[in-house]
T-cell receptor, first 115, second 114 residues
Framework: AQKITQTQPGMFVQEKEAVTLDCTYD???????LFWYKQPSSGEMIFLIY??????QNATEGRYSLNFQKARKSANLVISASQLGDSAMYFC????????????FGGGTRVLVKP | EAQVTQNPRYLITVTGKKLTVTCSQN?????MSWYRQDPGLGLRQIYY???????DKGDVPEGYKVSRKEKRNFPLILESPSPNQTSLYFC?????????????FGPGTRLTVL
């Protein structure tokens, strides 16, 4: 079975500063993918970034980067230069072939950006 | 524009009255799934479908049915809704590949069962 853990229920960050959201995972499948999604107050799920288990480099997408530490089974999301519009709920998720490519989500971290 | 659509977006109904939430995607994806989101529990998969006529249970399938008669459509059926099915529902679709593993989510359906 695969499992995702997000230990930070909520956090504040000052505008223009960077913030790191923690995510640890557990799976016995050597082939898996890690995702981060943003859910603003409007409710939609917005895909941010993806990291494959065999990818050699950490994924980056604009102001988002994924700090992938395979040995520690962690996939932390780093948001650089926070903006007010980054205030939202953030979910870490994973999928694996062994789990039928099902996405398993963590409990989420609520981020509030202060002006 | 690549998208997943769900209807209705909001629904208030009463216990026992059958309802269907539709989901449609225009990306020719094989894999589609339904999730429910509840406070403190995150998103949990209800059912998924690997392709036409191939469906399987997710983590919380009780009280739900699905069908996949066409590749683009994956409706969620509540035969006899109960108040514990009050939730925010998401449909998602994806195609699995080396680089392109994004799951596209629909806008969500907020269901209240009285």
């Amino acid at each position: 079975a695969q499992k995702i853990t997000q230990t930070q229920p909520g956090m504040f960050v000052q505008e223009k500063e960077a913030v790191t959201l923690d995510c640890t995972y557990d799976t016995s499948d050597p082939s898996y993918g890690l995702f981060w999604y943003k859910q603003p107050s409007s409710g939609e799920m917005i895909f941010l970034i993806y990291q494959g288990s065999y990818d050699q480099q950490n994924a980056t997408e604009g102001r988002y980067s994924l700090n992938f530490q395979k040995a520690r089974k962690s996939a932390n999301l780093v948001i650089s230069a926070s903006q007010l519009g980054d205030s939202a709920m953030y979910f870490c998720a994973m999928s694996s072939k062994a789990a039928g490519n099902k996405l398993t989500f963590g409990g989420g971290t609520r981020v509030l950006v202060k002006p | 524009e690549a998208q997943v659509t769900q209807n209705p977006r909001y629904l208030i109904t009463v216990t026992g009255k059958k309802l269907t939430v539709t989901c449609s995607q225009n990306m020719n994806h094989e894999y589609m799934s339904w999730y429910r989101q509840d406070p403190g529990l995150g998103l949990r998969q209800i059912y998924y479908s690997m392709n036409v006529e191939v469906t399987d249970k997710g983590d919380v399938p009780e009280g739900y049915k699905v069908s996949r008669k066409e590749k683009r459509n994956f409706p969620l059926i509540l035969e006899s809704p109960s108040p514990n099915q009050t939730s925010l529902y998401f449909c998602a679709s994806t195609t699995w590949g080396r680089k392109n593993n994004e799951q596209f989510f629909g806008p969500g359906t907020r269901l209240t069962v009285l």
